[in-house]
């Protein structure tokens, strides 16, 4: 793990704390956003071909919930979303959720990505390990093999035996006014990572010929490549989740905009990208009252995401 402290992380956002846990023998874990002390507004993008979330369908601009109270990404696949109900117990016990007039209710969506068959497949992120992540969240955001990104891999065209590390990845923008953006990701693709300023791939598929990367863009397209089928269950191994957050004014269109703008980052970095193989989904937060630009506000969004996919690379290449 990469210490990231408040500076260049989504904590740079005021009311956003972070917190993992994970199990680092059977290589699975989860990660939690919470939204302090009010929830935010909330939107969604899901555009990848195979997801695996938790109440999506309730951030839609239109629908009841104005605010969540958290985010949950978490590995395991479907079975992890079980981590989203230690954090909904979490927050109850600190009387944080929507008032129904019976009971507070925690709104905490959840997206997941395929890991089982990295580490153990018999265990997986639970509501302890939910409840385990809200207990450690702070300002001091961590990166690379840990929370949910602990079993993440890239680049997995040839199956998993030439994949490379995945992980998580954060950092932060300050934009024209004054409003933070930062961005925390779960990065866990299908294809390879591209640093967008040198263009060149910093994580994914191996070269099984010798050194270097297959580069997976120009194995799946090049005509003059006898071209590679991928393995049978890549279609169900990847998955990149990311969380934008904001102290800009946002409703819940506006956040969903944001989050729409923010996946032109996953393009930017990660090649291919929503893919048939992949289920990537980013979520939008808005917790403050600063006023700026929209616009400004996605393209930061989409900016600091694909910075914060190669600091993920770079990251797990190294613990």
């Not at 933070?180 to 598929?205: K, M, Q, Y």
Request: net charge negative; charged share 15%.
């Amino acid at each position: 793990m990469v210490s990231s402290l408040t500076k260049n992380s989504i904590t740079q956002v005021p009311g956003i704390k972070v917190g993992h846990a994970q199990n680092g023998a059977a290589r699975t874990g989860c990660t939690v956003i919470i939204c302090e002390p009010e929830g935010a507004v909330a939107g969604v993008d899901v555009r990848g071909a195979a997801p695996g979330t938790r109440e999506t369908d309730l951030l839609e601009p239109g629908n009841l919930v104005e605010r969540v109270h958290a985010i949950v990404l978490t590995g395991g696949s479907v079975f992890g979303l079980d981590t989203a109900c230690g954090v909904v117990r979490f927050l109850e016990e600190r009387g944080v959720g929507y008032e129904t007039g019976v009971a507070r209710v925690p709104i905490v969506p959840a997206a997941v990505i395929f890991d089982l068959a990295v580490g153990d497949a018999g265990v997986r992120p639970d509501s302890d390990m939910g409840y385990e992540a809200c207990l450690r969240a702070s300002d001091s955001t961590g990166e690379g093999r840990i929370g949910a990104g602990t079993g993440a891999t890239v680049g997995k065209i040839l199956g998993l035996d030439y994949a490379s590390p995945g992980g998580i990845g954060t950092a932060s923008t300050i934009v024209r006014g004054g409003a933070t953006v930062g961005v925390l990701v779960v990065v866990n693709a299908f294809g390879d990572i591209v640093d967008p300023e040198s263009g060149t791939i910093v994580a994914g598929a191996r070269n099984p010929a010798g050194p270097g990367w297959l580069n997976t863009s120009r194995e799946l397209t090049a005509a003059d490549l006898p071209g590679t089928d991928a393995a049978p269950s890549s279609s169900i191994q990847n998955t990149t989740l990311a969380v934008v957050a904001t102290d800009a004014l946002l409703n819940k269109a506006q956040a969903k905009r944001v989050a729409s703008m923010a996946h032109d980052g996953l393009a930017r970095a990660v090649r291919p990208v929503h893919t048939m193989f992949d289920g990537d989904t980013v979520f939008a937060l808005s917790t403050g009252n600063v006023k700026a630009d929209i616009t400004a506000v996605g393209t930061a969004a989409a900016e600091t995401l694909a910075k914060a996919i190669v600091r993920a690379a770079l990251a797990s290449s190294t613990t």
